[in-house]
T-cell receptor, first 115, second 108 residues
């Protein structure tokens, strides 16, 4: 049973460049979430999908951020025109929305450094 | 915003039980209490969750007070590998609102 995987694990980019991260959820999980975590803080919710539909976006998700889950399986998070303030750990989680709770399981994260 | 309150840090001796408190006095009737932990530079790891009954799994036990306003996570025999930040979260739907958590240091 493989867990949530994220690629790349680390990304260093220059300010103004675009970056894209990928998340592969646990098989059969119908919900997928993105969070961002800065140094010394807990993760903050960014957005989530149920199947391929993006149902909620945080106000933290500026216009430079876009997330997709085209076939209800893997998801990508793109950041355009990166800024130094985008430096953070980007975490993906997945869950199965059933009758009771849907426990979220997290991936290892992608650490972004914007120079 | 986080709806729970946890002490910022605590120490625990290796081999002893670690009792981590959490206050969630504004918890709603349909909200569960979740516990996660995060070891340095890794993604959060799910530990346990509960609604109103006490729960136990291979990692920990969760004790929820009858009024549901607080809970305690118990790590029965702490090891050095249990050193991490522990997050207590109350959630009824899709969003997990993490606070600062409790930094637990297990000492030999």
């Amino acid at each position: 049973d493989t867990g949530v995987s994220q690629n790349p694990r680390h990304k260093i980019t220059k300010r103004g460049q675009n970056v894209t991260f990928r998340c592969d959820p646990i098989s059969e999980h119908n919900r997928l979430y993105w969070y961002r975590q800065t140094l010394g803080q807990g993760p903050e919710f960014l957005t989530y999908f149920q199947n391929e539909a993006q149902l909620e976006k945080s106000r933290l998700l500026s216009d430079r951020f876009s997330a997709e889950r085209p076939k209800g399986s893997f998801s990508t998070l793109e950041i355009q025109r990166t800024e130094q303030g985008d430096s953070a750990m980007y975490l993906c989680a997945s869950s199965f929305r059933g009758a009771m709770t849907d426990t979220q399981y997290f991936g290892p994260g992608t650490r972004l450094t914007v120079l | 915003d986080a709806k729970t309150t946890q002490p910022p840090s605590m120490d625990c001796a290796e081999g002893r039980a670690a009792n981590l408190p959490c206050n969630h006095s504004t918890i709603s009737g349909n909200e569960y209490v979740y516990w996660y932990r995060q070891i340095h530079s890794q993604g959060p790891q799910y530990i346990i969750h509960g609604l109103k009954n006490n729960e136990t799994n291979e990692m920990a036990s969760l004790i929820i007070t009858e009024d549901r306003k607080s809970s305690t996570l118990i790590l029965p025999h702490a090891t050095l590998r249990d050193t991490a930040v522990y997050y207590c979260i109350s959630s009824g739907d899709y969003k997990l609102s993490f606070g600062a958590g409790t930094t637990v240091t297990v000492r030999a």
